[in-house]
């Protein structure tokens, strides 16, 4: 069964790069057809994509952030990563990983992490 | 993209039925047959529960249905369980590489 499981800092200051890391167990991120993906819920609020990473390398983001995010590979780790720099208040939220098997949707989702962002 | 419409609450008693609607366009739901469903209890992850308008995945409860009419994708969900309370969110492609999210309904089983 696969799964995936979010890390990194709960507090970061406005303007600066908000870093998370998801580490997958159970396949590897490399060797099998899956999209890897965020997604985040600011408190009390509904679900927005950030973006997804085929296993191939491939990105997509939500435009949106696109021009604030980076999601990458690390396949020595499995692991993939999101960076969403010159945060502010807004992007205050739990932010979730997942994997799926289909772009189109979410199959495995971590348990969230909470991200502040506050000085 | 505009995220996708649903009402913010519905309920029901136990046994019943309940139906949560999700009102896209032409661009999203209206154009493509890859609705999903999440449920969502407090403090958890998100579950998927329907995929691809109207699939289940293995190990989810087949008291759970879902269909698409137009650019409204609707989970009905039948005879309810206390344990059915939740907040649900669909989810759709809306081209260009794009997903989007409505904005969830809190389902309270009375």
């Known amino acids: 069964q696969l799964q995936v499981q979010e890390s990194g800092p709960g507090l970061v200051k406005p303007s600066e790069t908000l870093s998370l890391t998801c580490t997958v167990s159970?396949?590897?991120?490399?060797?099998?057809?899956?999209?890897w993906g965020w997604t985040r819920q600011p408190p009390g609020k509904g679900l927005e994509w950030i973006g997804s990473i085929y296993y191939s390398g491939s990105t997509y983001y939500n435009p949106s952030l696109k021009s604030r995010v980076t999601i990458s590979l690390d396949t020595s780790k499995n692991q993939f990563s999101l960076k969403l720099s010159s945060v502010t208040a807004a992007d205050t939220a739990v932010y979730y990983c997942s994997g799926s098997g289909s772009y189109y949707r979410f199959d495995h989702w971590g348990q969230g992490t909470l991200v502040t962002v506050s000085s | 993209q505009s995220a996708l419409t649903q009402p913010a609450s519905v309920s029901g008693s136990p046994g019943q039925s309940i139906t949560i609607s999700c009102t896209g366009t032409s661009s999203d739901v209206g154009s493509y047959n890859v609705v999903s469903w999440y449920q969502q209890h407090p403090g958890k992850g998100p579950k998927l529960m329907i995929y691809?308008?109207?699939k289940r995945p293995s190990g989810v409860s087949n008291r759970f249905s879902g269909s698409k009419s137009g650019n409204t994708a609707s989970l009905t969900v039948s005879g309810l369980q206390a344990e059915d309370e939740a907040d649900y969110y669909c989810c759709s492609y809306a081209g260009s590489n794009t997903l989007v999210f409505g904005g969830g309904t809190k389902l309270t089983v009375l």
């Open positions: 691809e308008g109207s």
């Open positions: 159970g396949d590897s991120i490399s060797s099998s057809s899956y999209y």
